[in-house]
């Protein structure tokens, strides 16, 4: 499944299929994503944008479908809910599992980078759910990921908190540099964030964009206006 | 104010104070300092009053000092002392035994699912049935000596244990097993860190459970078969009618069965300390 090519290699999915029973959530999808490259993921409820990403994760020993998956070596999760340890203080959560020399130290800035230094000797339940996020973030990206994958992260948290964690999304991503495949299905979330965005119908791909924004874009700009109107029909929502 | 909706249609509506009086409050208020000593300080004092007052006959009830000077004459002569170490020895050697073989069975049970199909129906018929309820067939198979007695305190442990730590395994959540696969904890982390802590709560309430069970069995066979050992002593007293030395291995009972349950609860706050947050 993953290749070892020494040198980057983003992802490659071809012909993926998956199905529960008789019902075909992905049928023959193909996808590459270049690495560095963030792509947003958008679909309706049951589209299979969960299907496909755990596809990519290995978390789907259980389904039944075919295809092929080039996915990097180093590959990190982001889930709807932190999933911290509740019983390992902060640190502990972000460095657990990690291979790397000296990791207290690089788990300690890891935090930093989210805005929690200091936070590390702290039990999880001591912080809000949007703190919580943002060590998740850190434990995702402290192993310098070549393909981070995210499932709707941010689903769980109030506006302003999104809003606040995808400045740090968006910043982290440009510093680190790893292959990316958001999924939501907020399409404000998909456009502010993403370079190119990809809409899942019917188990294909159903629209495949590069809208070539700014990086600093607002709603407001005529542009985002523009991809947005043509996201929200493509989901079947005409305004 | 809303203690006064009801009375609108009936009562003219008195004006709105001004200042808003303080919520009446439903719960049971702050607790009493000492105040669970309250009830048994009670009781001792009407026991006392009873036996002093002639009213309490000491062939039914011995007066309180009657007992404490028992107490100290048996504690003078090595009787209590070599009673109680011999129920000690057999209620440790039983919790001990049944703690590791209950453990050793949920984790077959619980890792396997070979070791799941042949030991969990056993295990939930056995619940079934009181252990108090095998004495007959295990004294037919094992005589009536030590050997009895450990192992009926054992095979009361042993289940108690295996229910709650297979039921801890079984219950591991998913969404962890998850997370230990997309960050590669090795097996060893991942038992260390996501399977150990999420069984501990329960492995401690299983710990309690049997705790409670090797006391009960204990006490049954001491007082069904036994030559030596708290529960000989009080079956003794009570062919003599010596409620006096009755009453001085209730109050054994009592202290021990105090004392061990204490020293889970102090030892499952400290390891689980993590859940503290949570209450607070
Ligand atoms: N474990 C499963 N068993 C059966 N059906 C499933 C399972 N997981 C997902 N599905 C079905 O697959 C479809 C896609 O699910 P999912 O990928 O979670 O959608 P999305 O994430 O786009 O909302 C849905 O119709 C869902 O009911
Ligand atoms: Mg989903």
New interface residues.
Partial sequence: MATDTGELTGVRIDKLTRRFGDHVVLDRVDLQIAPGEFVALLGRSGSGKSTLLRALAGLDYDVAGDGELRIPDRVSVVFQDSRLLPWRRVLDNVILGLRAPNPRERGAEALAEVGLAGRERAWPTELSGGEQQRVALARSLVGEPELLLADEPFGALDALTRIRMHGLLRALCKRHQPAVLLVTHDVDEAVQLADRIVVLDGGRIAVDIRPGLPDSRTPRDPGFQEVRELLLRALGVTS | MATETFSVATRPRSPVPAVRRARRRLGPGRPLPYGRLLGPALLLALWAAASASGLLDPRKLSAPWAVARTTADMISTGVLQEHVLTSLTRATAGFLIGITAGLALAVIAGISRIGEALIDGPMKIKLAIPTIGLIPLLILWLGIGELFKIVIIAVAVAVYMYIQVYAGLVGIDK??V?????????RS?FLR??VL?GVLPQFFVGLRLSLTASWLVLITVEQINALSGVGYMMEQAQQYAQTDVILVGLAVYGIFGFLSDALVRVTERRV?S?RR??AS
Wanted: hydrophobic share 35%; aromatic share 16%; glycine share 6%.
């Fill in positions: 969404r962890y998850e997370l230990a696969e997309v960050q590669g904890y090795r982390e860190h996501v802590p689980l993590w947050t949570l």
